[in-house]
């Protein structure tokens, strides 16, 4: 691979073109060698990968372990019920701890933004050379979820050449609970990098103004945009206007659980607004694809039917992309020196 510098993946903000490559054409690899029998590569024999989740996961940490044991890494998993935090332990000290014990990368899921950053800076200092990679934290950032997704979705537009430019001028409608989504976040950065245009879509509530210049200017601490040229954002109120021109939706989990007010009235009016169904795709192109990270709220972000339609709802594809997608980041990290 040419030119990866990362020593941590914390946010796409950083990411460069090239890193979008590098990442999908491993991806593309590790899936072709899976899918023709070999189910395991000596790549990362002998490394440490530990999966430290202090927020509950299904898919990432699941996806991430698999991919660690599919290139042959030994594997530590940490869930914060049984641990030692319950005795005081901070989230630092019990990440030395698994430093102490060797881990080559780190994988944090926070529910509080940055704690990944912070860890990733915390080691540098002490000249540890862990690597982070962020599996989550609050409503920041969810990396390896944009990549699986751009992955996806290039693989939709271009199946033989799954790469960055096969999203280039199509227009990806994301709809609903923009504004706890970090995962709507990684997607914004990593679709705009590679041309695409994004349209948001959802009530002022979930999707305040300000999300349509949220590419415009890299993060804080970040100087520079490593994207010359970004696809646009747009913000639409109407699902129907946003149908109209897209060539994939994504919808998002309504994060109950991080809503503070009532920012929402009623979940049977949401789903009529917002909801996807194979009614509301009647406004799209003929074949537009369905995405959605997951988990699902079902009857809420997409109807049963959608979800079970196999030619339309692409949810277990991006499941099944996460195992490849996340070897990739592994490998990109941990093998580094070789
Ligand atoms: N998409 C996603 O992050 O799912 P989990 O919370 O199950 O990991």
Not at 41 to 68: D, H, K, M, Y
Not at 93 to 115: E, F, W
Not at 241 to 268: C, G, K, P, S, W
């Amino acid at each position: 691979m040419s030119n990866w510098s990362h020593r941590h993946i914390l946010d796409l903000a950083t990411f460069s073109i090239e890193d979008y490559t590098n990442v999908l054409e491993l991806a593309k690899r590790f899936k072709a060698v899976s899918t023709s029998g070999t189910r395991k590569l000596p790549a990362l024999q002998g490394r440490l990968i530990t999966t430290l989740f202090f927020e509950p996961s299904t898919r990432t940490r699941s996806s991430f372990e698999l991919a660690a044991k599919r290139l042959s890494a030994d594997v530590q998993s940490f869930s914060p019920n049984n641990s030692s935090l319950s005795k005081g332990e901070t989230p630092i000290d019990t990440a030395l701890t698994y430093v102490a014990m060797g881990a080559d990368v780190l994988i944090v899921r926070h529910s509080s933004t940055n704690v990944p950053g912070e860890l990733a800076h915390y080691l540098e200092e002490a000249g540890h050379n862990t690597s982070i990679l962020n599996g989550g934290d609050g409503l920041h950032s969810h990396p390896s979820q944009g990549l699986l997704d751009l992955f996806t979705l290039a693989n939709f537009f271009s199946p033989n050449e799954p790469i960055p430019s096969a999203v280039k001028d199509k227009t990806i409608v994301i709809v609903g609970d923009i504004l706890h989504s970090r995962v709507a976040r990684s997607n914004l950065w990593a679709l705009t990098a590679c041309g695409a245009n994004v349209v948001l879509c959802g009530p002022p509530t979930l999707l305040p103004e300000e999300f349509k210049d949220f590419v415009k200017a890299p993060p804080p601490g970040q100087k520079l945009d490593p994207i010359k040229k970004r696809g646009q954002v747009t913000i639409m109120r109407s699902l129907k206007d946003a149908f109209q021109e897209a060539d994939a939706v994504m919808t998002l989990r309504l994060q109950i659980e991080r809503m503070h007010q009532n920012l929402i009235t009623d979940l049977y009016q949401y789903h009529c607004e917002f909801g996807i169904n194979h009614e509301s795709l009647k406004w799209c192109k003929k074949d537009v694809p369905v995405l959605h990270p997951g988990p699902v709220n079902r009857g809420i972000e997409m109807s049963n039917a959608i979800l079970e339609d196999d030619s339309i709802c692409l949810v277990s594809e991006q499941v099944n992309n996460g195992i490849p997608v996340r070897m990739a980041l592994l490998y990109l990290l941990a093998a580094k020196e070789n």
